[in-house]
Every structure is written in C-alpha cells, then in structure tokens.
C-alpha cells in the first residue's frame, strides 16, 4: 500500500522560507518522477516542481528561482526549498508519485496517481 505523509508547512511573513517533506512508503520511489502541488481556496490544483527518477527538475514559471525541488531516494523523501515566498504562494501544498520514472514538462495533475495528505502553507504580506 502506497503512503505518502506530507509535512512543512505553516505561516510566514511575505519574504520568508519554509521547507516542505514528504516520505514516501510501499512501493519502489526511486524508479518514479515525483512531484509538489499545490491548491487554493476556489482555485484548480496546479504543479509546482516536479523531478524525475534521474533527478531532472522542471519548475513552474511562478516559483522559478525560488523553489527548490529534491529528493532522497536513501530515505525515501521529497522536499521543496522555498524562498522569498509571496501571499500568492498561500495554498494547501501536496506531493504526489508519477507514473513512471519520466516527468513530462506539462505538470499535469492528471499524471499523478497517488497522493500526499497536504500541509498548508500561508504567506502574510
């Protein structure tokens, strides 16, 4: 059975940075592209950072710069590094396994099968 726990999150002042985890557990995560989302109030959940099993990144243009994707395959973790964060980042943050090890560049949601709880992240300006 596939768990993903999310963790990180939590209230900053505009400019500030947060790191944001996510174990993995029940399956082989190295072999696969993983990836952050995140969503807001009213809003569709929208990609973030992904990387793939070679550790190739792909950003969106909105945290490029920023954010800062890895992984730790010997512990079977995500994260996202983000700086300068903004109140436009305020959204409830998720990672989520690929289908394979390969990321396409569309983050698409649609390419993600399982899924962290989420942890919230708020930005005051």
């Known amino acids: 059975q596939v768990q993903l726990v999310d963790s990180g999150g939590g209230s900053v002042e505009s400019g500030g940075s947060l790191t944001l985890s996510c174990v993995v557990s029940g399956y082989t995560y190295s072999g696969y592209c993983m990836g952050w989302f995140r969503q807001a109030p009213g809003k569709e959940r929208e990609g973030v950072a992904v990387i793939d099993s070679d550790g190739r990144k792909i950003y969106a243009d909105s945290v490029k710069g920023r954010f800062t994707i890895s992984r730790d395959n010997a512990k079977n973790t995500l994260y996202l590094q983000m700086n300068s964060l903004r109140p436009e980042d305020t959204a409830m943050y998720y990672c989520?396994?690929?289908?394979?090890?390969?990321?396409?560049?569309?983050?698409?949601?649609?390419?993600?099968?399982?899924w962290g709880q989420g942890t919230q992240v708020t930005v005051s300006s």
């Open positions: 989520a396994t690929g289908l394979s090890g390969y990321c396409s560049g569309s983050l698409s949601k649609y390419e993600y099968n399982d």
